[in-house]
Every structure is written in structure tokens, then in C-alpha cells.
């Protein structure tokens, strides 16, 4: 089965300030990869999602992700952050031919000052 | 069109007692899930649906039991809550899922049970 770490609890930046949250990713087969967002008090919305094609991807809000297959990795960046960017971040992966099966980070928890 | 609703939000049990959370979409999706979120944990999926009248075990399915009788709902019972099912339950549904195939999951607000 695939697993997934996310390398920071917790990552405090100032507002207009980048943000990296990093993932990595174990796998035996290709994988599909994807970042989900959860807001205070809500279920998870889909951020951005890698199936194929350019490793560069872009997702709604200004992030984007870049997936490394060398270093299984799967970065998650943003190079100005607002206060409404404070949310927990999951990093999610799942085999190509078994994607019911997906398996998710412990979450990085983004905290935008002002 | 509501998406993925969970009914309830919050329910506290005692051990040893049971109960249902009802997952409903409306989305004609084929696939739905249950995943249980805990603290430092991320989500981890119990069971989860590829259509109706069909269920499969995930990643942590003892303590739980599902049923999918018609396309639009999924039920998660515990039939003897302990206190290590103390969890923020979430629903998702999906269009499809397989080879090659996109794979998006759309999620419910969320349950939390406290189990004393």
C-alpha cells in the first residue's frame, strides 16, 4: 500500500510571505497524488491533484504542487499567502489501478500572521 | 444540489451503546467513503462503497460495520461504541474510480462523536 509524510505539524508564516508544505510519498506503483484543504469546522476540498502529464501543477486559490518522482516528493507552494490561507493542508496518495484506496498525510497546519 | 450531507453533526454515546451515521449524496456518484480523522493522524479510511449493495474493508475497518441498500446512501454503524472510536467521521463520494481514471472525492462537513 502507498503511505504518505508530511514533514511539518505546523508552519507559521507571515502574510505576503511563500509557503512550502512539503510531502513525501511511498509507493510500489504509480500514483496519483493530490492536496486537500479543511477550513475550521469543515470536510476537505481538493486544492490540486497530479494523474499524469506535467509535473507542474496548478490548483484554485494560487497554489501549486510539483511532483518529483526521483525524490517522491510532492510540494505544495505558494509564493504570497493571506490571512485566509490559515487551514490544515493533507497530502493524499493513491495507486494508479487501486485508487479507491487512498491514503493521507498527518496534515500540516498553516498559520498566516499578520 | 446539497453535495455530500452526514446526519448527525455531533452525537455523544456511552460504551457499549450502538448507532448509525448516514452518509447521503446526490451527485449520482458510484463510489462513497468513510474515513475516521484523529489528531496527528490525518484521515484513515474504514470501508468504503464501488456501488450499490457492494462494501470493502480499508485501512481500519474493525469496530464498524456499513451497508450501501440504495445508490445515494452510506451507513456507517458501530454496534458497540468504545472509547477509541472517539473521531471526527467524514463521507465522501466519488463518480468513478480505476485505472487510469480521475479520482476526485468530494467530502461531507463531518461527525464528531465523543464516546464516554
Known amino acids: 500500500a502507498q503511505s504518505v509524510t508530511q514533514l511539518d505539524s505546523q508552519v507559521p508564516v507571515f502574510e505576503e510571505a511563500p509557503v512550502e508544505l512539503r510531502c513525501n510519498y511511498s509507493?510500489?506503483?504509480?500514483?496519483?497524488l493530490f492536496w486537500y484543504v479543511q477550513y475550521p469546522n469543515q470536510g476537505l476540498q481538493l486544492l490540486l491533484k497530479y494523474l499524469s502529464g506535467s509535473t507542474l501543477v496548478k490548483g484554485i486559490n494560487g497554489f501549486e504542487a510539483e511532483f518529483n518522482k526521483s525524490q517522491t516528493s510532492f510540494h505544495l507552494r505558494k509564493p504570497s499567502v493571506h490571512i485566509s490561507d490559515t487551514a490544515e493542508y493533507f497530502c493524499?496518495?493513491?495507486?494508479?489501478?487501486?485508487?479507491?484506496?487512498?491514503?493521507f498525510g498527518a496534515g500540516t497546519r498553516l498559520t498566516v500572521k499578520p | 444540489n446539497a453535495g455530500v450531507t452526514q446526519t448527525p453533526k455531533f452525537r455523544v454515546l456511552k460504551t457499549g451503546q450502538s448507532m448509525t451515521l448516514l452518509c447521503a449524496q446526490d451527485?449520482?456518484?458510484?463510489?462513497m467513503y468513510w474515513y475516521r480523522q484523529d489528531p496527528g493522524m490525518g484521515l484513515r479510511l474504514i470501508h468504503y462503497?464501488?456501488?450499490?449493495?457492494?462494501?470493502a474493508k480499508g485501512e481500519v475497518p474493525d469496530g464498524y460495520n456499513v451497508s450501501r441498500l440504495k445508490k445515494q446512501n452510506f451507513l456507517l454503524g458501530l454496534e458497540s461504541a468504545a472509547p477509541s472510536q472517539t473521531s471526527v467521521y467524514f463521507c465522501?463520494?466519488?463518480?468513478?474510480?480505476?485505472?487510469?481514471?480521475?479520482?476526485?472525492?468530494?467530502f461531507g462537513p463531518g461527525t464528531r462523536l465523543t464516546v464516554l
Open positions: 493524499a496518495v493513491s495507486g494508479e489501478y487501486n485508487n479507491n484506496d487512498m491514503r
Open positions: 509507493s510500489s506503483v504509480s500514483v496519483y
Open positions: 451527485m449520482n456518484h458510484e463510489y
Open positions: 462503497s464501488v456501488g450499490e449493495g457492494t462494501t
Open positions: 465522501a463520494s466519488s463518480l468513478l474510480a480505476g485505472p487510469s481514471s480521475y479520482n476526485e472525492q468530494f
